[in-house]
């Protein structure tokens, strides 16, 4: 089931790659963004996640909670340099893919095709050589399309975005805006 703006955020509890314990419903009553990424060396994801970590020192300022979910295992985001430096925030491998499903997150053929018209490919393979990304072994889907979530101090969804395509994700601004550091 697909999460909508209005609802309560669906909680769940996860190990992160530092093996801390983390459940979502402990940060009831800060501002929450939770962001589904494909895998460990997906170029689009790890992009993204780089573009937030220049904003890292804002986004801890302003109080709000990140939380990133990869569908790759803890053992394989802690193998990564890249991630490893992602600390304070929760860095969750969820390679059975339990925190996606209850947030309905999607595997689809056609929007990864889609990422072929509307993202620059060029570009993610200079990523992935410059982030020293490990290579995909196969472990992982090539179909899963990431998600975001925004969520206030109730803990009410205050947005739901699905991608339209594996390098889908809210825009920077806007997650900025919503922390309030825009």
Same mark, same amino acid.
């Given at each position: 089931?697909?999460?909508?703006?209005?609802?309560? @955020?669906?909680?769940? *509890? @996860?190990?992160?790659?530092?093996?801390?314990? %983390?459940?979502?419903?402990?940060?009831?009553?800060?501002?929450?963004?939770?962001? #589904? $990424?494909?895998? =460990?060396?997906?170029? %689009?994801?790890?992009?993204? =996640?780089?573009?937030?970590?220049g904003n890292?020192?804002?986004?801890?300022?302003?109080?709000?909670?990140?939380? #990133?979910? %990869?569908?790759?295992?803890?053992?394989?985001?802690?193998? *990564?340099?890249?991630?490893?430096?992602?600390?304070?925030?929760?860095?969750?491998?969820?390679?059975?893919?339990?925190? $996606?499903?209850? $947030?309905?997150?999607? &595997? &689809?053929?056609?929007?990864?095709?889609?990422?072929? #018209?509307? @993202?620059?490919?060029?570009?993610a393979r200079?990523?992935?050589?410059?982030?020293?990304?490990?290579?995909?072994?196969?472990?992982?889907?090539?179909?899963?399309?990431?998600?975001? #979530?925004?969520?206030?101090?109730?803990?009410?969804?205050?947005?739901?975005? $699905?991608?339209?395509?594996?390098?889908?994700?809210?825009?920077?601004?806007?997650?900025?805006?919503?922390?309030?550091?825009?």
């Amino acid at each position: 089931m697909k999460i909508k703006a209005g609802m309560v @955020a669906p909680d769940f *509890s @996860a190990t992160d790659i530092y093996n801390r314990e %983390f459940r979502l419903s402990d940060h009831k009553g800060k501002k929450i963004i939770v962001s #589904f $990424y494909r895998n =460990v060396s997906c170029p %689009f994801c790890n992009r993204r =996640v780089h573009q937030i970590m220049g904003n890292n020192l804002a986004l801890q300022n302003s109080g709000t909670q990140l939380v #990133f979910l %990869f569908e790759s295992s803890n053992q394989k985001l802690t193998q *990564s340099i890249f991630h490893q430096g992602i600390s304070p925030w929760p860095l969750i491998g969820d390679p059975t893919l339990t925190v $996606y499903k209850k $947030y309905g997150v999607e &595997s &689809s053929i056609l929007k990864s095709i889609n990422t072929l #018209f509307k @993202a620059d490919i060029k570009q993610a393979r200079n990523d992935v050589k410059s982030l020293n990304l490990p290579p995909n072994d196969n472990e992982t889907s090539q179909n899963l399309i990431p998600a975001d #979530f925004l969520i206030d101090e109730n803990f009410v969804v205050v947005k739901a975005h $699905y991608g339209d395509n594996i390098d889908g994700h809210i825009p920077l601004d806007e997650l900025k805006k919503f922390a309030n550091i825009a």
